[in-house]
T-cell receptor
Framework: DGGITQSPKYLFRKEGQNVTLSCEQN?????MYWYRQDPGQGLRLIYY???????QKGDIAEGYSVSREKKESFPLTVTSAQKNPTAFYLC?????????????FGDGTRLSIL | DQQVKQNSPSLSVQEGRISILNCDYT??????FLWYKKYPAEGPTFLIS?????DKNEDGRFTVFLNKSAKHLSLHIVPSQPGDSAVYFC????????????FGSGTQLTVLP
């Protein structure tokens, strides 16, 4: 079955550490996205990539970095510069960056600070 | 500045009755609207969408209405079932060159048996 796999499901970070969240898709989608969800808030866009080797900042990119070396993979690094990293992180993909079809989402990674 | 607003954080409905979830938006550049359903600890799943050239789209028990002049859309679920209990997000796509989805804050629907 095609889908989006996010790992790990739960992740703990010590103060000052960088951590990387994995997102892999086998849907052959060109575009991939990272969102952050906080309690009582909607999903906020961190970064998105419409094609391999290209990505753009979303609304809340500060303290995060991404790479898109392969079509299937879009890892997100939460750096020590992100002062409030505790949140639920969702990866999504779509057939194209034009969003003519709905985005598909992974099941998320919950990041907590130790 | 929230461009997509879901003003009701929660809604409780009796099984078999109609659930109406509302969403308001401010950006007139939005041209495509979607509803997603989300269970705890899972990613959102797509439910139904509507283009700005339409005012209604129906799929089984789910109907979305769009009132462009009021910048308002609503999701009707009838009849409501306990399995519909979830958080519902509305989302809007901008028509500019950088296509993005802007999400509302969600409404927790609880369908009581």
């Amino acid at each position: 079955d095609g889908g989006i796999t996010q790992s790990p499901k739960y992740l703990f970070r010590k103060e000052g550490q960088n951590v990387t969240l994995s997102c892999e898709q086998n849907l052959n989608h060109d575009a991939m996205y990272w969102y952050r969800q906080d309690p009582g808030q909607g999903l906020r866009l961190i970064y998105y990539s419409q094609i391999v080797n290209d990505f753009q900042k979303g609304d809340i990119a500060e303290g995060y970095s991404v790479s898109r070396e392969k079509k299937e993979s879009f890892p997100l690094t939460v750096t020590s510069a992100q002062k409030n990293p505790t949140a639920f992180y969702l990866c999504a993909s779509s057939i194209s960056g034009q969003l003519v079809q709905p985005q598909h989402f992974g099941d998320g990674t919950r990041l907590s600070i130790l | 500045d929230q461009q997509v607003k879901q003003n009701s954080p929660s809604l409780s409905v009796q099984e078999g009755r109609i659930s109406i979830l509302n969403c308001d938006y401010t950006n007139s550049m939005f041209d495509y609207f979607l509803w997603y359903k989300k269970y705890p600890a899972e990613g959102p799943t797509f439910l139904i969408s509507i283009s700005s050239i339409k005012d209604k789209n129906e799929d089984g028990r789910f109907t979305v209405f769009l009132n462009k002049s009021a910048k308002h859309l609503s999701l009707h679920i009838v009849p409501s079932q306990p399995g519909d209990s979830a958080v519902y997000f509305c989302a809007a796509r901008s028509s500019g060159s950088a296509r993005q989805l802007t999400f509302g804050s969600g409404t927790q629907l609880t369908v009581l048996p």
